[in-house]
């Protein structure tokens, strides 16, 4: 079995994923993962399969088909896992919302190195005032190179500039 990984997204209703689940049933394959969200009248997801490589041909051709219901959906081979021991560090961010808190944060991670493995974001109104916060989960892949308390000072430093708190946790 070779694993692929999907992207889809259509307009919400009931039986989307039970559409798309049938249809990857029906040509062997295999639902392992997936990441799957509805967000401004939308349904998005990113789902990883397993499936014989004998009929990845006929899947895909398959999924492509669902374009006709709506469902657009993207196939890629999976990629291999990142070369090089790596810490798991989990990132909470909240603040007023403003634009470029993603942009600032992620070039600072990327800039040493920092891969971003999952993140989700949401801006909800704060409990008293009503204004806009933004919050942000993270996970990230930090190099053994670089330590905790070290990623932790240059993201002081960037999350007094943006406004925000800011908390790193090592994973266990």
Do not use: Y
């Not at 009931?14 to 049938?22: F, K, S, W």
């Not at 919302?97 to 891969?115: A, C, E, F, K, Q």
């Not at 996970?139 to 308390?149: D, G, H, K, N, R």
């Amino acid at each position: 079995m070779e694993h692929l990984v999907l992207t889809l997204i259509a307009r919400d209703e009931p039986g989307l994923v039970e559409r798309i689940a049938l249809c990857i049933s029906n040509h062997g394959g295999n639902w392992l993962e997936s990441r799957m969200a509805r967000m401004a009248g939308q349904f998005a997801g990113i789902v990883r399969i397993a499936a014989p490589l004998s009929s990845h041909a006929d899947l895909v051709a398959a999924l492509r088909e669902l374009e006709g219901q709506g469902i657009r959906v993207h196939v890629a081979e999976a990629g291999g896992e990142p070369v090089g021991a790596r810490q798991v560090i989990r990132l909470e961010l909240v603040g007023n919302d403003r634009p470029g808190i993603v942009r600032d944060i992620t070039r600072l991670l990327s800039s040493h190195g920092v891969n971003l493995e999952r993140l989700n974001t949401e801006v909800i109104p704060a409990p008293m005032s009503g204004e806009l916060l933004f919050q942000a989960q993270a996970l990230l892949a930090v190099p053994q190179s670089l330590s905790l308390e070290q990623l932790q000072t240059h993201l002081e430093g960037l999350a007094d500039e943006l406004m925000v708190e800011l908390k790193l946790h090592a994973e266990s």
